[in-house]
């Protein structure tokens, strides 16, 4: 690829579009956050900048949750009686003030945003799949076909670290496929745990495959090392040519780490960007691995310390889904985290405290794939995906509705009892909460009908709230002291205003199904839930979830604030960003 090709998605044409969708976006996400406050202007509404100079008109559609759909085409920037081209950058700079930006994180908000604009160019470059056609792709295709990243964030494709031949080589939506490169780490520094029934030799030789597990242990020999005294880490490409040949020299001159080359299997980065899926053999396990790129409010590494109760804490999990009748019933399965290795720098951690992003440059995971539980017509889906809308303005969602013949509101119905239910009945009976956003759920379709979920990245994202559970000391870790007020904002916020607020109005939108008949629906499945276990009747009066209001939780204000350690993972709660109130829409039923 010549130096300018490389570029060839920055169009003018392409720029002008991604600038006026990204803005649509931020007027619409910081309104509904309450750090702007749009003015009535006859049919439509303004906002002005810092120095009160520069006006933005856009008109829009002010939905439940205090949802602002903003009509994109509408919107226009105005100063001194003249128009203005919109221009994203420009944005944050008029509303700095407003919006909260320190100087210190201006300009790193700035780059991200960058971003996050020659992202979305690139994806205007790729062929138009309506949303029809993705409601008959392959799991892959589907995860692969996204546009948008996380609804709520609007820096959300930061990436910050990767250059231009790195996005085009490992960001999810070019489809590249990649191999990972392995690394022999010493056993003196480095640990590998996995769950019940495995063991590293067998496990490795799975996943690698025994021609490439011998190829490694050969060069160990021709260096005159043991492969006895080494264990094999899976790292990203990126991570190994930016970070670990630069950061970690002294480990690599000292023969702690050796360099093996690739392995043989190609992967595919997922919606996470760290996540690998295995092409080459679907049914083995994803590889999740360390990426120290700024992406969305954190360094996107792996802890080793946390990599080593991690199996036990899927296993853990498991075990309890297995064992409940309400959970099992709804369908609901965890795709575990079955084995994870990591490497612990001593000079590092010396000079660290347990949440710097040095310590987490060298860790990797093991997650079970979903594809072998498929039973004959089923296909996959991540959730994400449900809030996918083409180039038409159709959204996936409503494509999968139509495929599967049903109404909306029993289409919906099958979808929360997936989904839904069992976070209800996880809260209610064990206290227990899961980051549930759409990329962290696969759904298992058939005929467009989701038949069940499936949770996935556990051991970094569950909490128990009652901190009096009884834990088995492993597992320990994810036991949290949450006020009791704001308990229930894990269900209020990352369910309600996180994605359902987005699925109702693109639904709404196409005239699939009304909001009210959304939130009637997600109401008669939560009464439906609740009358199936009536001994817990005590916990659903104590956490109302038909309470009048709840309080709105900010995710960009957690950015804005700090864009490099958007939450302290050890006081989660203390961390929110809360502004007022929203008024709950199962209220009125």
């Known amino acids: 690829m010549s130096l300018a090709d490389a570029v060839a998605h920055l169009s003018p044409e392409r ?3 991604a600038n006026r969708l990204l803005i649509r976006k931020a007027l619409a996400e910081f309104t509904h956050e309450r ?10 509404y303004v906002v002005r900048s810092d120095d009160g100079l520069t006006r933005y008109r856009f008109t829009a559609t002010v939905r439940a949750l205090d949802h602002w759909q903003v009509d994109a085409a509408s919107v226009t ?6 128009e203005l081209p919109l221009a994203a950058l420009d944005f944050f700079v008029e509303f700095k003030d407003t919006l909260g930006l320190s100087d210190e994180i201006l300009p790193v908000y700035l780059e991200e945003i960058s971003s996050t604009l020659s992202g979305t160019c690139y994806k205007l470059t790729k062929p138009q799949v309506t949303a029809a056609e993705l409601a008959r792709a392959g799991f892959q295709q589907i995860e692969t076909g996204m546009t948008e990243g996380h609804p709520c964030f609007v820096a959300n494709n930061g990436r910050l670290g990767f250059g231009i031949h790195e996005y085009l080589s490992y960001a999810p939506e070019t489809a590249s496929p990649i191999r990972l490169v392995w690394l022999a780490a010493h056993r003196s520094r480095a640990a590998f745990t996995a769950g019940a029934g495995i063991e590293y030799e067998s496990f490795i030789r799975g996943e690698l495959g025994a021609e490439a597990v011998d190829r490694f242990h050969g060069i160990l020999r021709e260096q005159g090392l043991d492969p006895a005294d080494y264990l094999l880490i899976p790292v990203h490409p990126w991570q190994w040519w930016n970070k670990l040949s630069v950061t970690f020299a002294a480990e690599v001159a000292r023969r702690h780490l050796v360099c093996l080359g690739e392995g043989d299997d190609e992967y595919l980065a997922q919606q996470s960007i760290r996540t690998f899926f295995n092409t080459t053999h679907p049914e083995k396990h994803y590889v999740k691995t360390a990426l120290s790129v700024l992406n969305m409010g954190f360094m996107r590494g792996l802890s080793a310390a946390y990599m080593e109760a991690t199996p036990a804490i899927n296993d853990w999990l498991a075990q309890l889904v297995e064992n409940d009748p309400v959970l099992k019933g709804t369908g609901l399965t965890i795709i575990r985290e079955r084995a994870a290795v990591g490497y612990r ?11 710097s992003p040095y310590r987490k440059m060298l860790a990797a995971l093991w997650r079970e794939s979903p594809v072998p539980a498929l039973k004959d017509g089923e296909s996959l889906a991540t959730m994400a995906s449900l809030l996918h809308t083409d180039h038409e303005g159709t959204s996936f969602a409503g494509a999968l509705i139509e495929r599967s013949g049903l109404p909306a509101r029993e289409w919906l119905r099958h979808y929360l009892r997936a989904y839904y239910t069992p976070l209800l009945h996880s809260f209610y009976a064990y206290d227990l909460v899961y980051m549930p956003h759409g990329e962290n759920v696969i759904l298992v379709l058939k005929d467009g009908v989701v038949r069940r979920a499936v949770y996935k990245d556990i051991a970094e994202e569950i909490a128990v709230m009652d901190p009096d559970a009884v834990l088995p000391p492993q597992v320990s870790r994810i036991r949290v002291e949450v006020p009791e007020d704001k308990r229930l904002l894990s269900i209020f916020t990352d369910v309600f205003d996180c994605f359902f607020r987005f699925l109702a109005a693109d639904l709404a939108t196409e005239g699939v199904l009304t909001e009210d008949d959304f939130w009637r629906t997600v109401a008669e499945v939560t009464r439906e839930y609740q009358a199936s276990v009536p001994e817990l009747a005590e916990k ?4 109302d979830i038909f309470a009048p209001r709840f309080a709105l939780s900010c995710l960009n204000r957690l950015q804005l604030r700090d864009n490099r350690q958007m939450v302290d993972l050890a006081d989660p709660s203390g961390a929110l960003q809360l502004a007022g109130e929203l008024r709950n829409p199962l209220a009125g039923f």
């Open 77 to 82: 920037r105005h100063r001194d009686g003249a």
């Open 345 to 355: 720098h001593l000079e590092y951690e010396r000079a660290t405290d347990r949440y």
């Open 15 to 17: 720029w002008a579009e």
């Open 540 to 543: 659903f009066a104590r956490y």
């Open 35 to 44: 750090l702007l406050a749009p003015e009535r202007d006859g049919e439509a």
